[in-house]
């Protein structure tokens, strides 16, 4: 692992990220013990419940104190610390192609890419499960669940083949997403969420309705917030065929308006459906992005 | 009311009013094309505000387009004046329109002629008239001249010839147009001028005609700034071949400020330039040397680069080059008679061919001399002849009158006759005054020879001489006088040429003079100064005039203007040469006198420098006639109604002013609601 270079992935980005783990909202829901608590019953060393012995259990678990104080036969229940499950979906659509017209930063889908490698490589790193699903108008690639480096690289390779194209239909992908994932653990969803619509918030939900934790990072250029320094522009559509003649300077405050709305209200729905929304920006190092979200996390707890 | 222009030319601006929508053009921001991922919210949030942009594009560049127009017909000082259909109502009128049509209306201001905007004021007046009106129109140039010859009812040809008519090169003779004028209306009617009032035509106009109405249009307002050459001499006169010559011009400035002018001179083998230094409203004189190598005619020209007033920026020369200068001398004595006067005089003048290669000596006794002589001589040196026919008499006042110089010496019995009335003498002979022991001689113009002064006669004595009494008034002729007052040595001009009379004794008898080397180098210095006067050929448009050719044989002699045209010329005589009768020259230049397709002489018309200078007259200043009233119309008046017309340029000027204003104003409120990146939004 420590020689692992990729575009995506390096030492200098390990290095930032040393010190930040992923812990999800709930609890885990994982194949293998890990360091993460879970609904499962196990042999871990916190006390959960008792239960009545029935015939096949593992008379190791009977105690034998409360047989001595009633005579009867109980089990000692444990909690066990399970192994997390993270679900990483990333948005590789047309719009995310974009890196601006005059203040030039990687493509919103590289730093996307980016954000989930250091995600993944969080969750390898704590022995957790990694999945990765590419994304657009359909579900591309599914990398179902694993914990291995071997997985970390696949991961690397899949992101580093995207490439952006096509409409988005991300609320139909994540259904897809959903039906193929086995346990609840945690969904990180990059994308720049252009196409949020009922369809998508209702994917949300279902996961939400089984107990993910679902991160949305929110991936937008500079540019998308404050639109390009042109004095005039012919502003064409990414995943259509429409184009529309703008001087920026003259419509900036009104876009302005519009799209602060539009990132509100993803906000809002998120804080609704008690998921997390981090808004990066292609301009900011999504390492150090990243580590900000989750000690801001972590201090939230 | 109707639209009038003060500077129509100016109207040409309103071409630029689609300057802004051509700017707009050149310099739009072009469009640079982003594939946008939040599209949908642009088109959402903008889409409204793409109108308004546009919206606000097109009333800007209106506004542009309306200031650009203002301020074209700002410039073009437009005023209204009444239409003719107003004139209608009112009585018939009697009107003579003089119009200026002198050399100096030919001059331009801003871009317009003088005569151009008399013309169109003038035809204003005679669209204005009341139906029933008569009128005349008369052009003012050294002659007046009406364009019909009574008044007449018939507006619309006045009206085209009128429009029709050109700037003469002449003269103007205000006096005399305001004379014709006059008689056309015979004490009723109106007389409107249009004129440039310059003063140097106008100052002569003692009074406007009276019980008339004179309504004054002074067609500018001040000065139009002109450089002018206003003559051009060459000294010798008549040089002959080898001969060093000097030929100047004077360059005169009409204008306030000072000028630095380039005068070229082009005159057959000779093209020359130098420069003059111009005070303001002053002159300078530019000098070229010039020693022609041949005999023959020669016809050139000075001039000065073109200006507002170009016809007066060249002046033409015509130059007869001779082979020699033909002295006759006309003496009884025998050439070998070393006690006669003719003797030393022949002598002095050419003491042998290579001494004096310039100058052909004829020696003819009084009654051998011939027309042929006569009519050819530059000079005429007569010596005591005995006698002289009135036939040689005539000639030689003629020629003289004609350009030629006549050298009397009083010496004689005959000294009397040497006296020609006709060239008006400075004095007439008296009694003979004798001393034995001399008298000298004291000279009254100190320097007037280049080489003697008064020194190298004291030591002279005279034994005998004429006594004479030249009156005060040509005491400016003396150069030399006997101490008691009666005149020894006079140069006078007569006609175009010149006299000298020399009242001293030119025998060995009558004292040393004759033998002293001093003599000759009078004789010489006599002939230079003889030769000094270079009256200009003062023939000028609008004049009739003759010219002398020399001519030979019977071939037809014609005349051709500068345009190569020919000119009817009536002979007047003819012999070696032959002088003819000219028609008025319309325009100045060079007219070449030929004779079987050869020229034989050429003659220049130049325009009169009157006419350079263009500064105008006080009008107000004119006196009016007996119960005449004087109108000086100035201004965008109207010229027909002598009604104040209302001016318009101000409220362009307002409206360019409120549109520029608005263009501000706008920009600036539009401006702010632009926002640039990271600004936080209005």
Known sequence: MATLQHPYLNLAAMEALRGVRLSPRGAAEGTFAGPHKSHFRGTAVEFADYREYSPGDDIRLVDWKVFARTDRHYLRLYDAERNLLTYLVVDKSGSMEFSGAVARTPPKLEYAARLAAALGYLVLREGDELGLSLVDAKLHQHLAAAASWSQMSRVLDSLGNARAEGKTDLGACLEQVFAQTKRRGVLAVMSDFLDADARFWKSVDLFRSSRFDVMLFHIVHPEEIDLPAVAAARFVETEGGGHFNAEPDAVRAVYRRRFDAFLSEIKANCQARGCDWYLAKTSDDPYGFLRNCFLARENGR | ?682
């Not at chain 2, 007046?125 to 052009?139: F, K, N």
Request: aromatic share 6%; glycine share 6%; with cysteine.
């Open chain 2, 1 to 682: 009311m109707n639209w009038a222009f003060t500077n129509p030319l100016m109207l040409a601006g309103l071409a630029a009013v689609g300057l802004p929508l051509l700017i707009h053009w050149l310099t739009r921001a072009r469009p640079r094309r982003i594939a946008f991922p939040p599209f949908k919210f642009l088109v959402e949030a903008c889409a409204g505000q793409q109108a308004v942009n546009r919206l606000r594009t097109i009333v800007l560049l209106i506004i542009r387009c309306l200031l650009v127009a203002a301020l074209a017909l700002m410039f073009a000082r437009p005023f209204l004046k009444s239409t003719g259909a107003a004139a209608n109502v009112q009585p018939a009128r009697r009107v003579v329109l003089l119009l200026d049509a002198s050399l100096s209306m030919r001059a331009v201001q801003q871009g317009v002629p003088l005569y151009a905007r008399a013309q169109a004021e003038a035809a204003d007046v005679l669209r204005a008239l009341p139906s029933g009106s008569e009128a005349a129109v008369i052009l003012e140039g050294a002659t007046p001249r009406s364009l019909l010859p009574a008044l007449s009812e018939n507006i619309p040809a006045l009206h085209d010839l009128l429009v029709k008519s050109q700037p003469t090169f002449e003269n103007g003779d205000p006096a005399a147009a305001l004379t014709l004028a006059a008689k056309m209306l015979n004490g009723n009617g109106t007389i409107y001028v249009f004129s440039d009032f310059q003063k140097s035509n106008w100052e002569p106009v003692r009074e406007l005609p009276g019980g008339l109405a004179c309504r004054l249009r002074p067609v500018t307002a001040e000065a139009v700034d002109n450089v002018a050459i206003t003559a051009a001499r060459l000294v010798p006169a008549a040089p002959v071949a080898g001969e060093p010559a000097e030929i100047s011009c004077t360059v005169f400035n009409c204008s306030s400020k000072p000028r630095v002018e380039t005068v070229r001179l082009e005159l057959g083998e000779f093209t020359r330039e130098t420069r003059v230094t111009l005070p303001p409203f002053g002159m300078a004189d530019a000098a070229f040397g010039v020693t022609f190598s041949r005999a023959g005619s020669f016809a050139g020209k000075v001039m000065l680069a073109p200006d507002n007033l170009s016809e007066d920026n060249t002046r033409y020369l015509a130059v007869n080059v001779g082979k020699a200068l033909e002295i006759v001398l006309v003496s009884d004595a025998d050439e070998s008679d070393w006690k006669s006067s003719a003797y030393y005089i022949s002598r002095a003048l050419v003491p042998s061919p290579q001494a004096a290669p310039g100058i052909y000596l004829v020696r003819r006794r009084g009654q051998d001399l011939d027309r042929g002589i006569l009519e050819t001589a530059d000079v005429f040196c007569l010596a005591a002849p005995a006698t002289l026919s009135g036939e040689a008499v005539e000639i030689i006042t003629r020629r003289v009158n004609e350009g030629a110089r006549l050298i009397s010496f009083l010496d004689g019995p005959t000294a009397a006759a040497l006296i020609f009335p006709a060239l008006n003498p400075p004095f007439q002979l008296q009694n003979t005054v004798v001393s034995q022991a001399g008298n000298p001689v004291t000279m009254s113009m100190s320097k007037f020879f280049g080489e003697l002064d008064a020194g190298d006669f004291s030591a002279l004595r005279f034994r005998r001489h004429f006594q004479n009494h030249p009156p005060a008034s040509r005491a400016g002729d003396t150069l030399f006088s006997f101490p008691d007052g009666s005149a020894a040595l006079t140069i006078s001009p007569a006609g175009r040429g010149a006299m000298v009379l020399v009242n001293l004794p030119l025998t060995p008898d009558g004292g040393d003079f004759i033998g002293n080397p001093i003599f000759p180098a009078t004789l010489h210095e006599l002939l230079r100064a003889l030769r000094q006067d270079s009256a200009e050929s003062t023939v000028t448009p609008g004049a009739t005039w003759t010219l002398d050719a020399p001519t030979a044989g019977e071939g037809v002699v014609t005349v051709t203007d500068p345009d190569e045209k020919n000119v009817a010329a009536q002979i007047l005589s003819s012999g070696r040469t032959t002088r003819l009768a000219l028609p008025p020259a319309k325009t100045p230049g060079i007219y070449s006198v030929k004779q079987a397709d050869a020229v034989v002489a050429y003659a220049v018309v130049n325009v009169d420098p009157r006419e350079s200078d263009t500064r105008p007259l006080a009008v107000e200043s004119l006196k009016p006639g007996e119960k005449s009233a004087v109108t000086v119309l100035r201004g965008e008046e109207e010229v027909a109604t002598g009604e104040k017309a209302r001016d318009l340029w101000p409220r362009f000027a307002a409206a360019a002013a409120i549109l520029l204003a608005a263009e501000m104003l706008l920009l600036a409120l539009w401006r702010s609601a632009k926002t640039k990146p990271g600004e936080a939004a209005p």
